[in-house]
Every structure is written in C-alpha cells, then in structure tokens.
C-alpha cells in the first residue's frame, strides 16, 4: 500500500489525513476513525491487508496526532462533519465502509445517522454501541478508571522518544504483543518539539468527548436513523488487558433487539488495543470489511 498524508480544511485549521491506497485504480474507499486519545496510525496493520483498489483515508481526528492543534468545540457531531468533510474533498462525499475502533465506532456511528448517504455500511471495533452510565457515577472518575494510562500520559513529560516507548512497553495492553506498528503508533503520537517530549493529544478535548458515549449523547439520538448494514467486532479483553471486556455480550444482545441491521461477534485473543494494533485483530478487521463490501455488491 502506498502512504501519504493530506491536510484537509476543516473549522478553525487543517485535519490531517493519513491515505493509504493500494494498487490499480481505486474501487472502493475506507474511512477509518481512530479511538479517544489515538492518531490514524493505529491503522497501519489493517492498512497492510486490504485488497488492492482501495483507498482508505484515516484522519487524526480533531484534538489529535498532527490535527492536535485544532480548537474545540469537540464532540461526536463535530467529529463526524469533519469526517464528512474528507470524504468530500478526497473521495467522491461517501465511503463504502466507515470503520470506527473506540470512540472512532461513536464518530462514524454519528456520521451514519446524520447523513446516511456517507456510509455504505459500517464496522464498529469495540465501540460505537452506547454505554449506560450508573447513577450517581463520576464522570471524570469514571473516565481515569476506565482509560488509565491513556489518559495518565497526557500529563506526563519524557525526557527522550526511548523513555516513551518503555512507557507504553510497560502498558498491560502490549506485555506480550509489542510490534513494529505499536512501536509506529507510540512514536507518532509525540510532537516534534522536545526534550522534554508530550503526547500530542489535546487533553481538554478528551474531556468534551468521552461523556457523548455514554446513553443520551448524540451517537445514541443518531442511531435511529443509521440504515447502514452494521457489524460489531467484540474484544473480549479491556483497554488493561483484563478478563470481560468494554462490552459485555448481554449488552451488544439488548442493542441487537429491534435493529435487523446490526450483528456482532467477538474477535478470540485479542484486547481493546490490539484489535487493531496485532496481527489477528488486523485480520479479523480486514475480513469483516471483506464482508461487508461483498454483501455491498451483492445488494
């Protein structure tokens, strides 16, 4: 696949884009939204096995890798024009598929439903499917609990790019899975200035995003109207490698109830991470797309 980046006009400043495109003209475009404090190099592997003729355009979105300067207001509605925006100016305003990993599946979940005629079909990976949020709970505590180190490390500063990558080495997520693309992924998300070197993701922006995914927020008021064939790809390990997972079966169940379009599977052996940052989450992210595209052209 051949690699090159694009900056896209976007409110406030330029998105930038990562476009992988394979040989041969293109036939089929990819949008591929990244997670919560990620950048669009979390799709390399999958970028690696997609057929050839197609395009996959993998923005970092707003407050992120190098669109990090962009200002807010964020959010999943602002997430998803942007995204629109780039297929506009690099595709023809539509994607076959809109892949979301995370948060991504929330953006692209949002941009199905706010304007359905830019989504063919769609493919969350572990995310996208709204999460209830006990009562009582703490947001802020809540999103410390539940992203850890990610969030940890928009705080900290390193003395070298050696000393993050043992930072991120370290991470539960990636004792026994660390590989050239996490290395890729680790490394791009510093900036360029340094000693002392920081995460180039825009903490304050974390913190308008990560309350939209839970019940209420607007990828939840966006689904009704989400038409798009739908799969669901289920980490059965969390973002620190525990047992069970962000979703719990009974929960992608009750959302399956009443949407004909929507199925789900769990991907063995892999966590929240390394669904896309490992070979076999890879694959299997690269084989439901397969799927989807072949269903697409069945119709």
């Known amino acids: 696949m051949g690699y090159s980046v694009q900056d896209v006009p976007v409110r406030g400043g330029a998105l930038r884009v990562g476009c992988w495109q394979g040989d041969g003209p293109v036939e089929r475009v990819i949008l591929a939204v990244h997670g919560i404090t990620a950048s669009h190099?979390?799709?390399?592997?999958?970028?690696?096995s997609v057929a050839p003729g197609?395009?996959?355009?993998?923005?970092?979105?707003?407050?992120?890798?190098?669109?990090g300067a962009l200002p807010g207001p964020s959010g999943m509605s602002q997430h998803a024009t942007d995204c629109r925006t780039v297929l506009q100016e690099l595709a023809d305003g539509r994607?076959?598929?809109?892949?979301?990993?995370?948060?991504?599946?929330?953006?692209?979940?949002?941009?199905?439903?706010?304007?359905?005629?830019?989504?063919?079909?769609?493919?969350?990976?572990?995310?996208?499917?709204?999460?209830?949020?006990?009562?009582?709970a703490d947001l802020a505590a809540t999103m410390q609990a539940v992203l850890g180190p990610a969030v940890e490390r928009l705080s900290l500063e390193f003395t070298s790019r050696a000393e993050y990558q043992r930072f991120w080495q370290e991470h539960p997520a990636f004792a026994d899975t660390w590989n050239g693309a996490v290395a890729d992924y680790v490394d791009y998300d510093l900036?360029?200035?340094?000693?002392?070197?920081?995460?180039?993701?825009?903490g304050d922006l974390i913190t308008e995003d990560y309350p939209q995914m839970f019940a209420g927020g607007p990828t939840e008021l966006?689904?009704?109207?989400?038409?798009?064939?739908?799969?669901?790809?289920?980490?059965?390990?969390?973002?620190?490698?525990e047992e069970g997972g962000l979703y719990p079966p009974a929960l992608l169940d009750d959302w399956?109830?009443?949407?004909?379009?929507?199925?789900?599977?769990?991907?063995?052996?892999?966590?929240?991470?390394?669904?896309?940052?490992?070979?076999?989450?890879?694959?299997?992210?690269?084989?439901?797309?397969?799927?989807?595209?072949?269903?697409e052209e069945a119709m």
Do not use: K
Request: hydrophobic share 45%; glycine share 14%; proline share 8%.
């Open 256 to 295: 399956a109830t009443g949407r004909p379009n929507f199925t789900w599977r769990a991907v063995p052996g892999v966590n929240h991470y390394t669904i896309t940052l490992s070979g076999m989450g890879a694959h299997a992210v690269v084989d439901a797309v397969a799927e989807l595209l072949a269903d």
């Open 54 to 67: 197609t395009l996959i355009l993998a923005p970092d979105l707003r407050g992120r890798g190098r669109s």
């Open 191 to 202: 900036g360029d200035e340094g000693p002392p070197y920081r995460s180039t993701v825009a």
């Open 41 to 48: 190099r979390s799709w390399g592997l999958v970028a690696d």
């Open 95 to 136: 994607c076959d598929v809109a892949v979301g990993h995370s948060m991504g599946g929330f953006v692209a979940a949002t941009l199905a439903g706010q304007h359905p005629d830019a989504v063919g079909s769609l493919l969350l990976v572990d995310g996208g499917v709204p999460f209830e949020l006990p009562d009582g």
């Open 222 to 241: 966006a689904w009704p109207a989400v038409t798009a064939p739908t799969v669901f790809l289920r980490a059965p390990r969390g973002l620190l490698d």
